[in-house]
């Protein structure tokens, strides 16, 4: 023979609104994120070409520059492999999915990274913004890179050479690149 077991309604209702009201006295929690940490400070040279560059930016109303890694990390590779395959020539740059700048020193010191930056903005002079040409036979592709407007990311590296009489291959890549024909750097 099979027994029923009767429950009694009130114990029921009573588990009932105990787990109702448990539930609704729990504080509700909010998890607050955790702070992100501040990036680690640049190296000194990151920091000269970064300053330097977001100088000559500034001076004409653009925006500054970020430090890229992953742009200090391919212009330090390519850099290199230029000293040490390539006899401290230009890099071919024209295949890059960056912008690109260089700079050749022959000197028995290297050239600091704001020398270098000072080299490309030299061509300013040359800049005419009204009609974004050069002056004559001037160059001033590498001074319209630095100040590119919708350029936002900077990476740099240099070797020294000692294949060139101790001189100096300087390198900077920029993203998005610049110099695009039929645009105005800013």
Known sequence: MKMLHFFPLFSLTALTLFLVSSTAARPATTTTP????????????????LESHNKARAEVGVEPLQWSEKLAKDTSLLVRYQRNKMGCDFA????SKYGGNQLWAGSAAAVTPSKAVEEWVKEK???IHANNSCVGNHECGVYTQV??????????AQATCTVKEKAS???????PPGNVIG????
């Open 92 to 95: 071919n740059l024209t295949a």
């Open 169 to 175: 291959l300087t390198i900077c890549f920029y993203d």
């Open 34 to 49: 955790e702070p992100t940490p501040p990036p680690p400070p640049l190296p000194s040279p990151a920091k000269e070409y």
């Open 147 to 156: 100040v590119w407007k919708k350029s936002v990311e900077l990476g740099c």
């Open 183 to 186: 645009e105005t750097p800013f």
């Open 125 to 127: 002079d040359f800049y």
